[in-house]
Nanobody
Framework: QVQLVESGGGLVQAGESLRLSCAAS????????MAWYRQAPGKQREWVTG???????NYADSVKGRFTISRDDAKNTVYLQMNSLKPEDTAVYYC???????????????WGQGTQVTVSS
């Protein structure tokens, strides 16, 4: 069984920062790409940023220059540093990971349960 657990969400004022963490645990052989998504009330879930196993990163235009994704493979953890937060960043943030549970298995996608980020104006 594999679990992804996010933490670090909360209520902040516009312009402040938050750092989200997502730790993967369980029977994990290797983790490929990891990513963060978010879903605001009444909206569809949207991709925010991703990082490959080779540490290549990409960002949605809406967060470019403000958010930074990183990973610590020794801890099976991905981070999202969010600076200069805006009210429109308010959403539930989800992490995802594409990983293998065995050396011979296929890559599958897993999701965390989400963490709420609220930015007040």
């Amino acid at each position: 069984q594999v679990q992804l657990v996010e933490s670090g969400g909360g209520l902040v004022q516009a312009g402040e920062s938050l750092r989200l963490s997502c730790a993967a645990s369980g029977s994990i052989f290797s983790i490929n790409a990891m990513a963060w998504y978010r879903q605001a009330p009444g909206k569809q879930r949207e991709w925010v940023t991703g990082i490959t196993s080779g540490v290549s990163t990409n960002y949605a235009d809406s967060v470019k220059g403000r958010f930074t994704i990183s990973r610590d493979d020794a801890k099976n953890t991905v981070y999202l540093q969010m600076n200069s937060l805006k009210p429109e960043d308010t959403a539930v943030y989800y992490c995802s990971a594409n990983l293998k549970t065995t050396s011979w298995g296929t890559v599958r996608g897993y999701w965390g349960q989400g963490t709420q980020v609220t930015v007040s104006s």
